[in-house]
């Protein structure tokens, strides 16, 4: 395998798209441009604390030297001399357009070709850029692990993401106020390396758009289709709405997958929409625990739950709708891009149906009723089932008979028994339908059950399992956080070692800092 610090290093995006004319690093209004050059700030004292050898083997790489892919990976160090950038884009933010917002945090320091796909390496809380709005444009130890350890447990589920290189300590203090309420305190720095194809967003096209520089949005759209999506064609008005068409596709496919692991992002502006349907921009994540649609982590989203658990395939569906508007200069015709938007409800719904018929182990979704997943969502709110817990339950030979699948329900609730029993008639009728189906299907138990454990994960990062993990790191010990790291690259394995991450989050997580609710800046 090559060293990965002896890579061959490309620079498509900014050869080839509009770059900030303004050299100095100061925070401004950016125009016609879709990025402007900007320094790493160079930590204090930078220490390696985790590197992804995963990844790493993914794309054919090694680390030959650690201390120089520290250095690197820290920004103390260029990237074979490549000149880094922040990127401009703008968005709507919890529903509000919010105009320029762009890269305050991360700094592209490399791109280089691997297994056939050219790959951004981007470094976050590496310092200010043009975009930093006046903060210091770092990042804490806090939220780092957190990014860092969902990146690689996201792709390990299945789920569309960008993925995390390393994670290093900066040796450098940063003052946060975690829940902006006049408490601020230091905390250790720190940097995550995240690489993708692209880190293009909804929000960079809106900005364009909303500035009416058609010249500047068609160039990104033409490059754009040109680097990722290749099989569309020369860019021209039929091919922008096969593009739109595929980003729909997929990131309706990247929702249904974070219905099906219980994963809430939080924070699903459209500058957090990544135009290759990757999850991007680990924040207040969390995954659901007791079954409630109305869940948020944000606790900036805490009154009106735009994003709460329920909402997301909607919420995706409005950030669509802004790209299509932004995309409207080039086609100048409303009827085609509503035909893709209205088109993309009817494929959701269906593709939703699928998805829950695959974690009860049924095949054919056409012939389930139409409120027989309705039900069991009552169900699993009423009685406050853990929302992995249950389908992993649900899922192993032998809970073939309704005694047995009653003392699922009671192990995996978050009420008392006396509580839980108060809906048994109504689990008792819904089961009952249930047998019927998997009876009307013939499939073999064991084949039901290892093709439900293939969709329905064990083990995923709770945030009470982050939070653990971040404290003994604060203290100087990783050897959790590298625990957790081992545990999910295999979250559909049983890993009977692992069996004290399979319950239910503790009671005394429930109302915890970073085990409950987040800010957007956790």
Avoid at 185 to 210: H, M, N, W, Y
Avoid at 261 to 276: A, E
Avoid at 288 to 302: G, S
Wanted: hydrophobic fraction near 35%.
């Amino acid at each position: 395998m090559k060293d990965i610090l002896s890579t061959d290093i490309t620079a498509r995006f900014s050869n080839e798209l509009p770059a900030d004319s303004e050299k100095e690093n100061f925070s401004r209004q950016v125009h016609e441009a879709c990025f402007s050059y900007a320094e790493t700030k160079k930590p204090r004292n930078p220490e390696l604390v985790h590197f992804s050898s995963q990844l790493l083997h993914e794309l054919g790489l090694s680390v030959e030297n650690e201390e120089d892919f520290t250095n690197v990976m820290s920004g103390a160090q260029k990237f074979n001399g490549f000149r880094s950038y922040a990127m401009c884009y703008g968005g709507h933010q919890f529903g509000n357009w919010a105009g320029q917002l762009g890269d305050g945090r991360a700094i592209n320091i490399a791109e280089i070709d691997a297994k056939g796909f050219n790959w951004k390496l981007q470094l976050k809380g590496a310092g200010p850029t043009p975009y930093s709005r006046g903060s210091d444009g770092l990042a804490v130890l806090r939220s780092s692990i957190r990014e860092y350890l969902c990146s690689e447990a996201m792709h390990s589920l299945g789920v569309p993401t960008t993925r995390a290189l390393s994670l290093v300590k900066t040796g450098d203090l940063v003052t946060r106020d975690i829940l902006y309420n006049g408490n601020p305190k230091d905390e250790i720095g720190a940097v995550v390396c995240r690489t993708a194809p692209s880190f293009i967003r909804f929000g960079s096209f809106q900005l364009f758009a909303a500035r009416s520089d058609t010249k500047n949005l068609k160039k990104l759209f033409d490059y754009t289709i040109k680097q990722h999506y290749t099989d569309l064609g020369e860019p021209s008005k039929e091919t922008y709405l096969l593009f739109l068409q595929e980003v729909v596709n997929r990131t309706m496919d990247m929702v249904i997958h974070w219905q099906r692991v219980g994963f809430v992002h939080g924070v699903m502006n459209t500058d957090n929409m990544s135009i290759l349907g990757l999850t991007i921009d680990y924040g207040p994540y969390g995954w659901l625990e007791n079954y409630d649609r109305q869940w948020t982590p944000n606790t900036t989203d805490a009154q009106h739950r735009r994003y709460r658990f329920g909402n997301q395939a909607n919420m995706a569906l409005w950030n669509l709708t802004q790209l299509a508007n932004a995309m409207y200069p080039l086609i100048e015709e409303v009827a085609p891009l509503q035909e893709i938007l209205e088109e993309s409800q009817l494929n959701y719904t269906i593709k939703y149906r699928e998805m829950m018929a695959s974690k009860v182990g049924l095949r054919d979704w056409s012939l389930i009723g139409k409120d027989f997943f309705k039900t069991l969502e009552k169900n699993l709110t009423q009685s406050e089932l853990d929302y992995t817990l249950f389908f992993r339950e649900l899922s192993y030979e032998g809970n073939s008979n309704a005694a047995e699948f009653w003392n699922i329900v009671l192990k995996v609730s978050y009420l008392r028994e006396e509580e839980v029993a108060k809906h048994k008639e109504n689990w008792m009728t819904w089961y009952s339908g249930y047998a019927d189906y998997l009876i009307a299907e013939g499939v073999d138990e064991a084949e039901r059950a290892e093709a439900m454990r293939s969709v329905n994960p064990k083990y995923v990062l709770r945030n009470y399992m982050a939070q653990l993990a971040i404290d003994e790191a604060e203290k100087g010990d990783n050897s959790l956080l590298i625990e957790l790291y081992d545990l999910l690259l295999n979250p559909y394995e049983e890993q009977p070692t692992m069996e004290k991450w399979y319950v239910k989050g503790p009671e005394w997580a429930r109302h915890k800092v970073g085990c409950s609710m987040l800010s957007c800046s956790s």
